[in-house]
């Protein structure tokens, strides 16, 4: 296979539709807290834009090629049917992309923030790979999928050395909580080709239906830690809405259906970006009112 067409595999693998989920929480984090654009701030906010996805959608597209393969909807947005004889380049490329920013940031960090992107990156992996393989794991894998999305705003922090205050420590929650809804509901849609595949999830383990009411349950809670946050954090709590509005459909949908639920996961991927925006202009405003 040629270099180019290996490189567009490695792409789509990555998700880039995605690449913000993870860039977004660490450079809005790091910026707020330490209140400077430096060089640490530039390659973290690049490492956790692509070498980061590229890892961890790589590791799962190489480790969940089985499911894949029996999944209609991959093959664009939700990732990759990697050619299985690019699973070992993939794996190097991960850890090779990775490698000269995990160094810089290791030294440019303290031993606290060695700890957090260590368990950050170890999440990474075991979600999909053995022997862990925590996405087979039901609620395990819901919190360990979480965690690769709220990881990046809590190192950020450590490594600022931001004060850990009761409010930040609810937004981070709530941030946690809206991840284990995310990861809930997109699981759902793949219950047919998971269990073809002898995989577990938490869709699987507790049916379609109840994933659905759960991720409705974890993005109520979500919106609800933020109306206890200083203003104008309250008003994240309205973010919450478009997502219930988008998951409420399919509340009660059968697990023979559950490939429907693709509908209102193509909506969540685009409404992440409309919630990021309307996140950035309640950070700017906290910034304002902070300065």
């Not at 480790?63 to 990732?79: I, M, T, V, W």
């Not at 950050?120 to 979600?127: D, G, I, P």
């Not at 383990?205 to 200083?230: D, K, N, P, Q």
């Not at 009660?252 to 409309?274: E, H, K, P, V």
Request: contains cysteine.
């Amino acid at each position: 296979m040629s270099p180019a067409l290996f490189v567009r595999q490695l792409f789509v693998s990555s998700r880039p539709v995605s690449w913000i989920n993870t860039a977004y929480p660490f450079a809005a984090a790091y910026l707020l807290s330490a209140r400077e654009i430096d060089l640490v701030l530039v390659i973290g906010t690049i490492f956790f834009l692509i070498p980061y996805n590229v890892a961890m959608y790589g590791i799962n597209d190489v480790f969940d090629y089985e499911s894949d393969l029996r999944n209609p909807r991959k093959g664009g947005a939700h990732g990759a049917i990697l050619d299985k004889r690019l699973h070992p380049a993939v794996l190097w490329a991960s850890v090779l992309l990775c490698a000269p920013f995990v160094i810089a940031l290791v030294i440019a960090g303290t031993p606290a923030s060695w700890l957090v992107l260590g368990l950050s990156l170890l999440a990474v992996v075991f979600y999909s790979a053995p022997p862990l393989r925590l996405k087979e794991r039901p609620f395990a894998d819901s919190i360990t999928s979480s965690i690769h999305f709220f990881s990046p705003a809590v190192y950020a922090l450590v490594l600022t050395g931001a004060m850990w205050t009761p409010q930040l420590v609810l937004v981070i929650v709530a941030f946690a909580l809206w991840g284990v809804a995310s990861h809930a509901f997109g699981a759902v849609q793949d219950v047919v080709a998971d269990r073809e595949a002898a995989i577990s999830s938490i869709a699987t383990a507790r049916g379609a239906a109840w994933t659905v009411r759960f991720s409705l349950v974890a993005y109520a809670a979500a919106g609800a830690l933020m109306l206890a946050t200083e203003w104008p954090g309250p008003l994240a709590a309205i973010v919450a809405i478009p997502y219930l509005v988008t998951v409420w459909p399919y509340r009660s949908i059968r697990d023979a259906d559950a490939s429907a639920a693709t509908r209102g996961w193509d909506r969540f991927l685009w409404l992440n970006q409309i919630a990021g925006f309307l996140v950035t202009l309640l950070l700017i405003w906290w910034w304002l009112l902070v300065r």
